[in-house]
């Protein structure tokens, strides 16, 4: 799978493209960060903080959206990120049924989101 851009702001919107899919299935789309991951602050919460960045205290993963695998098994999907709480160093990741019976395929990128 690839994303462009590689880095954006909370709220951004990105492309993910891939293949791998069965043709005509759905592809769901979504975001993952594991316990501990580094929060993006604003400058304003970092000065108000007067300590090292705060983490997430729990992993965490939820669907952004879905698509149709095209007839090539192919798939590309634009993505907005959450505004809050962002993880500094998200994994995006999607799955999907394969041209397999009974296989499920899940890929994962990993992209970096600035402090807007």
């Known amino acids: 799978m690839v994303v462009s851009p590689a880095?954006?702001?909370?709220?951004?919107?990105?492309?993910l493209k891939g293949t791998g899919c069965a043709p005509g299935k759905p592809v769901s789309f979504g975001?993952?960060?594991?316990?501990?991951?580094?929060?993006?602050?604003?400058?304003?919460?970092?000065?108000?903080?007067?300590?090292?960045?705060a983490t997430a205290t729990?992993?965490?993963?939820?669907?952004?959206?879905?698509?149709n695998a095209r007839a090539t098994g192919s798939f590309e999907a634009r993505v907005t990120l959450p505004t809050t709480p962002v993880i500094n160093k998200p994994r995006l990741w999607a799955r999907c049924q394969t041209p397999a019976p009974s296989h499920q395929l899940t890929q994962y990128v990993s992209i970096l989101v600035h402090s807007a």
């Open 58 to 67: 729990a992993g965490g993963s939820y669907t952004l959206t879905s698509v």
């Open 31 to 53: 975001i993952r960060w594991d316990r501990g991951a580094k929060l993006s602050l604003s400058m304003e919460e970092q000065k108000a903080q007067g300590q090292p960045q």
């Open 7 to 15: 880095e954006t702001v909370p709220g951004g919107t990105i492309t």
